[in-house]
């Protein structure tokens, strides 16, 4: 049985990325995974190929067991794997509750990690992993700092396994977006910390990018010409003026 495998599936980039799975790869199931059963289950009907809703929370390591067992018991081909799960939070260090970081670097870090480690196995030659950073990758960002350090974590590992994976023909990609309308913001949101939003892309758009620079070649997806030149920036300035920008912006 052949596969795809999308954390984070019922909303947001998850979900899009679902549509864009359907539509681009050869596999007989997508293996739907999040919190929120009910709302991974209407994604069927938004899709022609099978889907099969899987409810975890992979804040929770014993959700690794659970998948592991489960490509055990069926021993699949995993053609295309999207780590797509990941929360944020807008605000002053301090001022975050402790365990809402620790939840972070579980889901936004951990998680990810595992569920690639955990679907390497099973992955043959031209196999795909999307991976899902943030523009914040690319510098540290004041009042954001913890969900930036956690998506830059996610940039360096992509790469580096991207290198590795080389031999074996499996190619990994980080999708570093900016703003992009979805739930993300639901959460993120407790105050007016951030206030300055430049631009907002949709979910459709990033997946779009990040599927044709996949198949390009690149092991970094940014959507927006725009986005891009900011990056661009952040590579050539000092961060300390980038973080010092970033603040003016937010009226810090």
């Known amino acids: 049985m052949k596969i795809a495998v999308i954390t984070g599936a019922s909303s947001g980039m998850g979900r899009d990325f679902v549509k864009m799975i359907d539509k681009i790869e050869d596999c007989d199931e997508i293996w739907v995974i999040a919190r929120r059963e009910a709302r991974l289950s209407e994604i069927e009907s938004e899709t022609g190929k099978v889907i099969r809703p899987i409810e975890l929370d992979l804040s929770d390591r014993a959700s690794f067991t659970i998948y592991e067992n489960m490509l055990k018991e069926e021993s699949p081909e995993i053609c295309a794997l999207v780590n797509a799960a990941g929360f944020g939070k807008f605000g002053k260090f301090s001022d975050i509750p402790l365990d809402e970081y620790m939840n972070m670097i579980d889901l936004n870090c951990k998680a990810l990690t595992a569920m690639t480690y955990l ?134």
């Open 119 to 252: 679907s390497l196995p099973y992955m043959p030659e031209g196999s795909r992993v999307y991976q899902l950073g943030s523009l914040s990758s690319f510098q540290p960002v004041p009042y954001i700092g913890v969900y930036g350090a956690t998506k830059a974590y996610v940039l360096s590992l992509s790469r580096a396994m991207n290198k590795e994976l080389e031999s074996r023909k499996i190619r990994v990609i980080a999708v570093c977006p900016g703003w992009v309308k979805t739930e993300f913001f639901d959460r993120a949101v407790t105050d007016d910390t951030i206030t300055y939003y430049n631009k907002f892309f949709s979910s459709d758009q990033v997946v779009r990018r990040a599927v044709y620079d996949m198949y390009r070649g690149k092991d970094v997806s940014v959507c927006g010409a725009s986005i891009r030149a900011q990056v661009l920036l952040t590579k050539l300035l000092p961060h300390k003026l980038v973080m010092k920008i970033w603040c003016k912006q937010q009226k810090k």
